[in-house]
T-cell receptor, first 112, second 114 residues
Framework: GQQLNQSPQSMFIQEGEDVSMNCTSS?????WLWYKQDPGEGPVLLIALYKAGELTSNGRLTAQFGITRKDSFLNISASIPSDVGIYFCAGQLAGSARQLTFGSGTQLTVLP | DAGVTQSPTHLIKTRGQHVTLRCSPI?????VSWYQQVLGQGPQFIFQYYEKEERGRGNFPDRFSARQFPNYSSELNVNALLLGDSALYLC?????????????FGPGTRLTVT
């Protein structure tokens, strides 16, 4: 079953606002990844994080690998309509066979 | 370069039947993983293959099996289909068998079991 707690489950924001979502776990992760999934499509990789404390940006997106290696957050600045979709965090557990464990997703809606 | 490709796009099967799903990884990638995504949830890991060998298996029954071919493409087979097998099946491609978790997903195969 799922081992990642992702929040919030859904968000409704105005265009231009900033967004923040996070994932927490009781387990230690070696890698944190953030994906975006549009309806009927596969997840698209947004950001990958490999070291505790690492802060990485991709355009308007910024993500951080928590110091304890048990959490990560994703920020989206100045949201635009095309940011609509479901955002998933995913982690690779320490000692795992490179499989990814996914959160339950954050559904983002951007209102004009 | 082409991304991860999967076939078929959609599939409708009856309970008890079997199904074969196919995946071609990104050119140069040698590892393929399979995930099941039920509506409203995140993907769940099924298998990972690297250099034709199984490197990981998730908590799925033996009805699920997979293999990887010399050209690194892969098949996922599901026997004795149940209604609960209805889901989006995703294939993910990664460069090699290192601990780097970076995986790139295909568009998925939508399986409906009636």
């Amino acid at each position: 079953g799922q081992q990642l707690n992702q929040s919030p489950q859904s968000m409704f924001i105005q265009e231009g606002e900033d967004v923040s979502m996070n994932c927490t776990s009781s387990s230690i992760f070696n890698t944190w990844l953030w994906y975006k999934q549009d309806p009927g499509e596969g997840p698209v990789l947004l950001i990958a994080l490999y070291k505790a404390g690492e802060l990485t940006s991709n355009g308007r997106l910024t993500a951080q690998f928590g110091i304890t290696r048990k959490d990560s957050f994703l920020n989206i600045s100045a949201s635009i309509p095309s940011d609509v979709g479901i955002y998933f965090c995913a982690g690779q557990l320490a000692g795992s066979a490179r499989q990814l464990t996914f959160g339950s997703g954050t559904q983002l809606t951007v209102l004009p | 370069d082409a991304g991860v490709t999967q076939s078929p796009t959609h599939l409708i099967k009856t309970r008890g039947q079997h199904v074969t799903l196919r995946c071609s990884p990104i050119s140069g990638h040698k590892s393929v993983s399979w995930y099941q995504q039920v509506l409203g949830q995140g993907p769940q890991f099924i298998f990972q293959y690297y250099e034709k060998e199984e490197r990981g298996r998730g908590n799925f029954p033996d009805r699920f099996s997979a293999r990887q071919f010399p050209n690194y493409s892969s098949e996922l087979n599901v026997n004795a289909l149940l209604l609960g097998d209805s889901a989006l099946y995703l294939c993910a491609s990664s460069l090699d068998g290192t601990s780097n978790g970076e995986q790139y997903f295909g568009p998925g195969t939508r399986l409906t079991v009636t």
